[in-house]
């Protein structure tokens, strides 16, 4: 069993920054991938940023792309989600997950469908 614990979110002011962080504990194998997804108030869960593990590869979805950066720490089994440039649709629920198995395909690493193990989500919501 994995747990993840996020921490980081808030209230913060339009072209502010914050980082969210994920501490992974429970399981000693290495996650396939781990990532951050966000879910707005009447909207579908959306994927932000993800790493497959095994190469070190960020992938980001399109929204986000160039203001925010995904970041791990392994020493301390932590991910990070730095935020900058921060807008009022960036306000959500922000989510870490990871799932375990073979190194995905490019293709199922925004997938949430295939991720196993979720935090219980922290608020994140950006307003003047």
């Known amino acids: 069993q994995v747990q993840l614990t996020e921490s980081g979110g808030g209230l913060v002011q339009p072209g502010g920054s914050l980082r969210l962080s994920c501490a992974a504990s429970?399981?000693?194998?290495?996650?396939?991938?781990m990532g951050w997804f966000r879910r707005a108030p009447g909207k579908e869960r959306e994927f932000v940023a993800a790493f497959r593990w095994s190469t070190n590869t960020p992938y980001y979805g399109d929204s986000v792309k160039g203001r925010f950066t995904i970041s791990r720490d392994n020493a301390k089994n932590t991910l990070y989600l730095q935020m900058t440039s921060l807008q009022p649709e960036d306000t959500a629920v922000y989510y870490c997950?990871?799932?375990?198995?073979?190194?995905?395909?490019?293709?199922?690493?925004?997938?949430?469908?295939?991720?196993?193990?979720w935090g219980q989500g922290t608020q994140v919501t950006v307003s003047s």
């Open positions: 997950a990871s799932k375990y198995g073979s190194s995905p395909i490019t293709s199922s690493v925004p997938l949430a469908g295939t991720y196993d193990y």
């Open positions: 429970g399981r000693t194998s290495k996650p396939a991938a």
